[in-house]
């Protein structure tokens, strides 16, 4: 165990840390032994809000359109028909009707007789009589024969038998001559400068849920052993010294280890070392060390 000594002196005026002026006379001793102990410090969270990650804002996105030009059909192409010649028909030739020959219409017979031609043997002359006419002297018939009318027959002529109607021949048709003519199509064109127009693009976005953050992590905090030796000592100059001696293992890393010491127990800076022995008695060398230094100051 490493062992050192320190003593402080209060002035009587209570402004500082004075001289030791006299060699202590102890006359009682105490130890006070604070083992060595484990601090675990836990980990220290703590919660960030959920929040929305802008990726791209919202914008307006212009689109550029043209020159073009605009081809307006005033009138489509057609092919118009006119008519050079007309039409004309020309009528077939007429046929009149043909009848026959108009009959004979008997309403009072005629009344006729039959003579027989004869002939003279001598003299040649003819003579044209009854049947059975025979006067002799040389008159014989020839054989030939006529029928003489005494009465004439009356009548009369009837109608005409049709033989063919009338009718006329077919008509010639000559069709009309025409010719065909073509008119282009009536085309304006009109031209129409760029155009710009505006898409408004939503912004990108991502959300973030509420989350927790490791602050710290936890960790465990090894303090060492304090041990404590508290003297009460007596001088000449004054009734009354303490003198308090803190011993511990220069192994443990704290520089500040060592023995603390106050004189003047009815003096204002006695009261801050006894807070110091106390903060010492809990378990913290380093937290004595400051309180003895805001005493001293």
Not at 204 to 224: D, G, N, Y
Not at 258 to 263: D, K
Request: glycine share 8%; with cysteine.
């Amino acid at each position: 165990m490493f062992i050192t000594s320190v003593v402080l002196a209060a002035s009587v005026a209570g402004t500082g840390v004075g001289a030791v002026v006299n060699e202590p006379v102890c006359t009682a001793e105490s130890v006070v032994v604070t083992p060595a102990w484990i601090e675990r410090v836990p980990a220290v969270y703590r919660i960030e809000d959920p929040w929305i990650e802008i990726i791209s804002p919202a914008r307006d996105v212009p689109t550029v359109v043209g020159p073009w030009v605009e081809r307006r059909v005033i009138r489509e192409a057609y092919d118009e028909t006119i008519i050079v010649e007309p039409e004309r028909t020309i009528p077939g030739e007429h046929h009149e009707a043909v009848y026959g020959p108009r009959p004979w219409i008997v309403d009072v017979p005629a009344v006729t007789r039959t003579l027989y031609e004869h002939r003279q043997q001598s003299t040649g002359n003819l003579r044209w009589e009854e049947q059975g006419w025979n006067p002799g002297g040389g008159w014989e018939p020839t054989g030939a024969t006529k029928v003489v009318v005494d009465v004439p027959e009356q009548g009369h002529y009837g109608e005409a038998p049709l033989i063919t109607p009338a009718y006329d021949d077919d008509p010639t048709v000559i069709p009309a001559v025409t010719r065909v003519i073509h008119h282009d199509a009536i085309v304006d064109l009109i031209e129409h400068g760029p155009v710009t127009t505006w898409e408004r693009v939503p912004a990108v976005t991502r959300a973030h849920p509420e989350k927790t953050v490791l602050v710290s992590e936890a960790r465990t905090i090894r303090h060492p052993e304090v041990r404590a030796t508290t003297t009460e000592c007596a001088t000449a100059a004054e009734a009354s010294r303490s003198v308090i001696q803190v011993s511990a293992d220069p192994g443990a890393g704290d520089p500040y280890a060592g023995t603390l010491a106050q004189t003047g127990a009815s003096n204002p800076a006695q009261a801050g070392l006894v807070a110091a022995l106390l903060a010492l008695l809990g378990g913290g060398l380093l937290a004595a060390r400051r309180l003895v230094r805001r005493v001293a100051r």
